[in-house]
C-alpha cells in the first residue's frame, strides 16, 4: 500500500516539537521587537506568526514558499510605509531588514524540514503498513496450508489405522496382529506429528486456547497408565504406575491437553529407554477449593546431557540430533508440553544424568469440581450388545466406506451410502434416518453445505432434527466451531476412533 498524500501528522518527533516550539519563541521576541518598533498591532504579528507554523503543515510545498516569500514582502511593504510615514527618508531600517529576512529563512527553513519530516514519515508509514500486510499475507497462506496439508495427510492416515483395525478384527494368526500392530503404531507416529506441528502453530499464532469442563482425573490417570503398559511391555521394559486413590472425584479443567501433557511425557519415557523401568507416579494435595497434582514420570534410559538440557524445550530441539539419533521425533513434543503446563500455571521440572535416566516432575492445580454427573456415559465402552438403527454415510473416499461401514455393520446399523452432498440430501429427503454421518470436504456438494440444505427441508416440513456427525480430517479450532456452527451436532476429527463414535451413537440412539 503507497500513501501519496497525508494531510496532517498526527505525532510528531521530539526533535521536530522542539525545533518548532524553539521557531515559535524566536519569531515572538522577534516580531515583539518588530511590531513595537514600528508600530504594528499585536494581531497582526500573532497572524504572521501562526502564517509562518501552520502554512507547512497544510499546503503543499510551493504554497508554503510562495507564503514565506509573500510573509517577507509583506513585512518589508509595512517597513517602507512605517519609515515614510514618520517624515523619515523612505530607507529600510537595517534592523528591521535583518528580522524580516531571518523571519523568511526561518519560514523556508521549517517548510522544508517539515515536509522531509513528512516525506520520511510518509515511506516509513507506507514501508511499515506493506510490511505488515505481507506478515498478514503470509500468516494467511500459513494456516491455509496447515489446514490443507492436516486434511491431506489425515485422510489417508485414516483409512490406513481403518483397514488395519478391520483385518486384525478378523481371524488372523498371532504373528500377523503383530505385524498389524507394528502398522498401526507407525500411523499413530505420523499423526502424532501431524497433530504436532498443528499444536505449535496454534502457539505461534496464539490461538491456542484451554477448555474448561469437569473431568474425572482417577480414570484419566489410569487409562494413561494402562495404554503406555502395553507400550511398554512391546519394548520388554518394566512399567509401573502409582495412583492414590483418594482423589478428588472431579475436577475443573481441559482433559484433553492434560492427557496430551503426561502422554508426551511418558511416551519420551518409554522411547529412550531401552532397558530397564519407567514409572509414573501420582500424588495429591488439597488447597482450599483447588487440588495441586504432583506428577513424576521416571526412567532409566540414556538420560539427557547438560548441554541438552539447557534447549531442552526448544522448538525443533532433540537431545541427540546426530544422525545416529536412536528416536525419532520432530523436537515439537516438549515444547508443546512446556507451553500447555505454563497456561495451565503450572511447572515443569527435569533432572537427569547421562547414561543414568530422567526425571520429569509437572506440578499443576485444579480447581476442584462439584460436578455430579457421570461423564462415563459419555466416553463409556460400548457393549457387545447390537445398536438397532439406520445410518445414512456421507463419505467420498472409498477406503474410508470400507472400513466405516464393516464396523458400523457389525455394530448392528443398517448403512445407506452416499459419495457425495447431493446425494446425501436426496436420501435425507426419501426417507427419515436415525442419524446422519456428513464428512465435509466432498465433491459437488459438501457436507456443510448438504447439512443446510437437509435442516432447510426439515424446518419448511415441520420433521424431527436428524443427528448429524462431522466425520473430517479438518482437525484446527477454527473449522470445529465453523462446523458445529454450521447445523452439525457432533465432531469426530480423523482418524475416527472407533469406539468413540459409536459411544456417541449409542448415547444419541440410546
Known amino acids: 500500500m503507497v500513501i501519496k498524500h497525508v494531510k496532517a501528522i498526527k505525532t510528531t518527533s521530539l526533535p521536530v516539537t522542539i525545533l518548532i516550539v524553539g521557531a515559535y519563541l524566536l519569531f515572538t521576541m522577534g516580531l515583539r521587537i518588530f511590531a513595537k518598533s514600528f508600530d504594528l498591532p499585536p494581531s497582526l504579528a500573532q497572524l504572521t506568526i501562526w502564517l509562518v507554523l501552520l502554512t507547512p503543515f497544510a499546503f503543499s510545498r510551493r504554497v508554503a514558499y510562495s507564503m514565506a516569500f509573500f510573509n517577507v514582502l509583506l513585512s518589508l511593504t509595512m517597513i ?6 514618520h517624515g523619515g527618508p523612505n530607507v529600510i531600517n537595517p534592523n528591521a531588514f535583518l528580522t524580516t529576512t531571518v523571519s523568511g529563512i526561518m519560514v523556508a527553513i521549517i517548510a522544508e524540514v517539515t515536509f522531509r519530516y513528512r516525506a520520511h514519515q510518509i515511506k516509513l508509514i507506507a514501508a511499515l503498513q506493506e510490511a505488515r500486510d505481507r506478515a498478514e499475507r503470509a500468516d494467511l497462506a500459513k494456516g491455509s496450508f496447515l489446514a490443507n496439508m492436516s486434511h491431506e495427510i489425515r485422510t489417508p492416515i485414516s483409512g490406513i ?3 488395519i483395525e478391520m483385518i486384525r478384527s478378523e481371524n488372523i494368526t498371532p504373528r500377523q496382529d503383530e505385524l498389524l500392530a507394528m502398522a498401526a503404531d507407525s500411523s499413530d507416529v505420523l499423526l502424532n506429528i501431524v497433530n504436532n506441528v498443528l499444536d505449535y502453530s496454534k502457539i505461534e499464532a496464539g490461538k491456542l486456547e484451554l477448555a474448561n469442563e469437569p473431568f474425572n482425573p482417577s480414570h484419566l490417570f489410569e487409562k494413561v497408565a494402562r495404554n503406555f503398559a502395553l507400550m511398554a511391555e512391546n519394548k520388554s521394559i ?11 472425584e472431579y475436577v475443573e479443567g481441559d482433559r484433553y491437553r492434560f492427557r496430551q501433557i503426561l502422554t508426551n511425557l511418558i511416551s519420551n519415557a518409554i522411547k529412550y529407554t531401552d532397558s530397564g523401568a519407567v514409572s509414573f507416579t501420582v500424588t495429591s494435595k488439597i488447597v482450599g477449593e483447588s487440588v495441586s497434582f504432583t506428577m513424576a514420570v521416571s526412567d532409566t534410559g540414556m538420560g539427557i546431557p547438560k548441554f541438552a538440557q539447557e534447549k531442552l524445550f526448544t522448538p525443533f530441539e532433540q537431545g541427540d540430533n546426530s544422525y545416529r539419533k536412536s528416536a525419532q521425533g520432530t523436537g515439537l513434543g516438549l515444547s ?3 507451553f500447555i503446563i505454563e497456561k495451565m500455571n503450572g511447572d515443569i521440572m527435569v533432572q537427569s544424568h547421562e547414561n543414568e535416566g530422567s526425571i520429569f516432575t509437572i506440578i ?5 469440581s462439584n460436578h455430579k454427573e457421570s461423564l462415563e456415559n459419555k466416553h463409556r465402552v460400548i457393549t457387545n450388545h447390537a445398536i438397532q438403527g439406520t445410518l445414512l454415510l456421507a463419505e467420498d473416499n472409498k477406503v474410508n466406506q470400507l472400513y466405516l461401514v464393516h464396523f458400523l455393520e457389525k455394530a448392528g446399523f443398517n448403512i445407506k451410502l452416499a459419495e457425495n452432498g447431493a446425494e446425501a440430501v436426496e436420501l435425507a429427503k426419501a426417507q427419515q434416518f436415525d442419524a446422519i454421518l456428513m464428512d465435509i470436504q466432498m465433491p459437488i456438494m459438501s457436507g456443510i453445505e448438504a447439512t443446510a440444505r437437509i435442516r432447510s427441508h426439515e424446518d419448511d416440513r415441520s420433521l424431527a432434527r436428524t443427528p448429524i456427525l462431522a466425520l473430517t480430517a479438518s482437525a484446527t479450532e477454527h473449522d470445529r466451531a465453523t462446523i458445529l456452527s454450521s447445523g452439525i ?13 459409536l459411544s456417541k451413537l449409542q448415547k444419541i440412539i440410546g
Open 364 to 368: 499443576i492445580d485444579f480447581p476442584l
Open 161 to 163: 489405522i481403518g483397514v
Open 336 to 338: 508443546i508440553t512446556k
Open 80 to 85: 517602507y510605509k512605517s519609515q515614510y510615514s
Open 489 to 501: 451436532d457432533h465432531f469426530c476429527p480423523k482418524p475416527v476412533d472407533m469406539r468413540s463414535l
Open 238 to 248: 518394566y512399567f509401573t504406575s502409582s495412583i492414590p486413590d483418594d482423589l478428588p
